[in-house]
Structures are given as structure tokens and as C-alpha cells.
């Protein structure tokens, strides 16, 4: 996918497994995504989360929402789920599998890749992946092993060196944060419980 269309459909990336969910997780996806989301990621993880076939099977419902209304189904880090459910592809932070691994494996498939700071933003193969996640941009409560905040001055300085990589913010962004993560520079911001916890989900879609 071409960069300036997969920045497009970054715009308003939604994050989520069914521990993140108050409602089913089925229902909750087609909500966001009736409210207008352009992607969405699937992270089965963390305390509560289903596995084995469970995860499987629940994975395979939210690809079928995607399709039908061409959403991009991206995994979360578990590159054994990419091809039974046919994603568009992997999202991995710095301790998951490797850039350049995935790239052999995946030629095909978008590659997203989670930067925190300056020694990882140098460590890292910008050039193997299509698209990174800055972040924790605020502090969040969703993922117990965040890292420290680093604010939207993280998204100025890494749209200053890589200008046309597609940028997500990521980490503790909702709908009264979102505009400014936008203004500094940044394609798209990902979300989990500004969706799942919203009381209307449209309304919060809407207002990201």
C-alpha cells in the first residue's frame, strides 16, 4: 500500500481485545466501526485475555467486520495469527519479534513498530517497517508495562526526521488530547479505551 493511502487509513486506529471490552467485543467493533474507524488492531493480551482457539475464533468474527466495511485488520505481535486470519498485518513493540525477521517473512504485509524514545528511534529499522507508533504520548492506565509519557514533542521530532512515514500517536489519548497529537504532526492516533469506555462510542469515534 501506497505511504500517502496507508497514512489515510491510519487516521483513527482503534486498539482492542475482549479483556478491553464492557460490552461483547463483536458488538463494540461494529459500533466503532459504523462510527467511522480506519483501523483497527486485534490485542488479545494481558490479564483476562482468551487464547488457543478462543482467541482464534473471536479474531475471525472481527476480520469479517473489517472486510465487509474495508477497515485494515492489523495483529497485534502474534505473527501465528496473521495468516489464519488473513490480516493486513503486524504491529510489534521493541522486546517482540524482530523487524527484519518479520520483513523475510512477511514481504507483503504492513509492518507497524512501536518507538518510546531517541535510542530506539536509532536502533530501530525504519526502513523495513510501513508505519510507526510514537508513544506512550500521555500516560495510560490500559497497558500495565507502559513506559514513561513523552509527549507530542516525540511526534515533532520523529515527523522531523522521517517526513513521509506514516506516524500514529499512541498511549493515553482520547477525545480531548487527540487534536493535539494531530497538529504536531502526526498521520493518525491509536486508541483502546477512549472507544471501549466511551459511554457513546459514535460520539467518541466522531471526536477523535
Not at 497514512?7 to 467485543?25: E, H, I, T, W
Not at 495469527?81 to 523475510?104: C, F, M, Y
Not at 493518525?188 to 471501549?196: C, L, Y
Request: glycine fraction near 8%; hydrophobic fraction near 40%; aromatic fraction near 4%.
Amino acid at each position: 500500500m501506497h505511504k500517502a493511502m496507508l497514512a489515510k487509513k491510519l487516521r483513527k486506529y482503534f486498539v482492542m481485545g475482549s479483556q478491553n471490552c464492557s460490552l461483547d467485543p463483536v458488538e463494540t467493533l461494529k459500533l466503532a466501526v459504523e462510527a467511522g474507524i480506519t483501523a483497527f488492531q486485534f490485542r488479545e493480551k494481558g490479564v483476562g485475555s482468551l487464547t488457543g482457539e478462543k482467541k482464534l475464533e473471536l479474531g475471525k468474527k472481527l476480520r469479517e467486520i473489517c472486510l465487509e466495511h474495508n477497515v485494515l485488520f492489523i495483529i497485534n505481535d502474534d505473527v501465528d495469527l496473521v495468516k489464519p486470519l488473513e490480516a493486513d498485518g503486524i504491529h510489534v513493540g521493541q522486546e517482540d519479534v524482530s523487524v527484519n525477521d518479520l520483513r523475510k517473512l512477511m514481504p507483503e504485509k504492513i509492518i507497524g513498530l512501536s518507538v518510546s524514545n531517541r535510542f530506539e528511534l536509532e536502533q530501530s529499522p525504519i526502513h523495513l517497517v510501513d508505519y510507526v507508533g510514537a508513544g506512550p504520548i500521555f500516560s495510560t492506565t490500559t497497558k500495565s508495562d507502559a513506559k514513561a509519557p513523552v509527549g507530542i514533542e516525540w511526534i515533532k521530532a520523529i515527523r522531523n526526521e522521517y517526513p513521509s512515514i506514516p506516524l500514529v500517536g499512541i498511549g493515553g489519548i482520547n477525545t480531548t488530547n487527540a487534536g493535539q497529537v494531530m497538529s504536531a504532526g502526526a498521520d493518525g492516533v491509536a486508541v483502546i479505551s477512549a472507544i471501549t469506555k466511551a459511554e457513546n462510542i459514535e460520539k467518541a469515534v466522531k471526536n477523535l
